[in-house]
C-alpha cells in the first residue's frame, strides 16, 4: 500500500479547500472500511518475546512483578502491551495523515488533571511512546481498551461495539467542529470539569452526575499533601519516606553506603539541572526547595521495571512538601515503525509530546539525562508525583456510564490530534458517515480476541518457567 504521509507542517500553509480534498484523496490509499480488517500474518513476532526483549533493560528484580501483573487478566496484558499493539498496527491501513500520537491511548491514560491556574480538567496523562505517526493508531488503541474492558464486565457484543462507536463518533465530531476553528481557538480548546458538566449533564442521568461530582470531589484530594501523609513518616525527627518493599523502597535501604552516596549525588544533580528546562519562573519556584530524601517506585503496569524515582522535596518547613517522580524514558515503542524521535534525548522526547497535546501540563514538567551506578546514561523526564488525580475503575462501569466515559475520551484525544495535525485533512478523510465508526467496532474486536491469544501465551510462559512472575 503507497501511503502519503501529510503532516500538519506540510499542510498548514495550503488553504482549507486544498486540505479537504487530500483528506478525501486519503480514502483511496486507505478506504474508511478499510479499518475493520486485523489478520495477523504468519510470521507475526512472539508476543511474549517482544515484553522480554523490553524487560532486558529493566530493573531485573522488578520484571516479575511486570509479569504477574500483566497475567492477571486480558485487561493489565494490554496495558502492557503497547510494544506489541504497535508492531500490529505497522502493518495496517492508514491514511498517511500523522499527528504527535500518545503512543498508548488506552482509557485508562484519560483522566482527571490540575491545571496550573488550578482547574480540574480531563486529558491524556501518559506519554511514555509520545511520537508523531498516524492519528488512527491512537484511536485504534482506544477502541480495543474499550472492547477489552466490556469483555471483562460481560457486556454482549451488541454494547461492546455500541461503546465503541460512540467514542470514534465523538472523535470525528470534534475533529469537525475543530476543522471549523481558527488555530489559537484550537490551541486554547479544552475539557475542564465544568464544561464536561454542563455540556454532559443535562442528557445523563442524576446518579450518573452525582457519580462525576464525587469523583472530581475524590480527585482534587489526590495531592502532594495527601501523598505527603500516606508516604512519608518522621524518624528521629526527620520527614522520610516510608518503606513499602517492593514496591517503594527509600534509597538509604536500596544500596550499600558507597553507591548510595554516588546515586545520591546524582539525583541531587537531575533535580538541579532538571529546572533549567522549566520557565524562569518556575525553574526559580523549584529552587527554592531542597531534597529530603528519595526512594525507587513501581508504577503502573507496562512501566514496571523502568527506574523510577521519587523525590520528596521541602520548602519553607518540614510541612511544606513538593513530591517529584523522575521516570526512566526509553525509545518509544512507535520508533521502529514510524521513525526516531528528532530529539536529542527520550526524556525531550516525552515532555515536548505532552505539552504538545495535552491542554495544560505540571508546571514542573522536564527532563534530564543522567549516569547511573552502573557507569550507563538514561534518559529521564520528571514531573509532580501527584497533582489532583481522578482516574475511572473500569470494572466499575455499565454499558452506558463506560459509552458515555468513551464519548468524552474520543473527544479529547480528537482535540489533542488536532494541536499537532492536519485537522481539516482527517476530518474530511472520516467525513459525515458513521463508516468509520463501524469499522473500528469491528477491528476492536479482532484485536480483543488477538490479546487474549497474546496474555494465554503469557501465562503458559510463566507456567512453563519461561519468565518469571511474582504478585506485588
Known sequence: MTVNHLSGDETRHLTPQERVARGKAARSNAPRSSHAAFEPPPDRRDPVEIIEKQSAKRVPELVPIRYGRMSEAPFRFYRGAAAIMAADLADTPRSGIRVQCCGDAHMLNFRLLASPERRLMFDINDFDETLPGPWEWDVKRLSASLVIAGRANGFSAKERASVVRAAVGAYRERMRSLAELGNLDVWYASEDTDQIRQQWGPVVGAGQRERWDQATQRARTHDTLQAFDK??????????????????????????????????????????????????????????????????????????????????????????????????????????????????????????????????????????RVQGIDGQQRDFYIRQLRDWKGIVVAEDMSPKRMTNFARLCGTTLARAHARSGDRIAIAAYLGNSDVFDRALAAFAELYADQNEKDHQALVDAIETGRVPAEAA
Do not use: N
Open 231 to 368: 508516604l512519608t513518616h518522621v524518624i528521629d525527627g526527620k520527614r522520610l519516606i516510608a518503606p513499602d518493599p517492593p514496591l517503594l523502597v527509600p534509597l538509604h535501604e536500596l544500596l550499600p553506603t558507597a553507591e548510595r552516596g554516588t546515586l545520591e549525588k546524582e539525583l541531587s544533580r537531575l533535580i538541579e539541572h532538571y529546572g533549567k528546562t522549566l520557565q524562569a519562573d518556575r525553574h526559580f519556584l523549584l529552587k527554592g526547595y531542597r531534597i529530603a530524601d528519595t526512594a525507587r517506585k513501581v508504577v503502573g503496569v507496562g512501566s514496571v521495571g523502568t527506574r523510577c524515582w521519587i523525590i520528596l522535596l521541602l520548602g519553607k518547613d518540614d510541612e511544606d512538601p513538593l513530591f517529584l517522580q523522575a521516570k526512566e524514558a526509553d525509545e518509544s515503542v512507535l520508533a521502529p515503525y514510524v521513525g526516531a524521535s528528532t530529539f536529542r534525548t527520550q526524556g525531550e522526547r516525552v515532555v515536548s509530546g505532552q505539552r504538545l497535546m495535552q491542554a495544560t501540563s505540571d508546571i514542573f514538567l522536564g527532563w534530564e
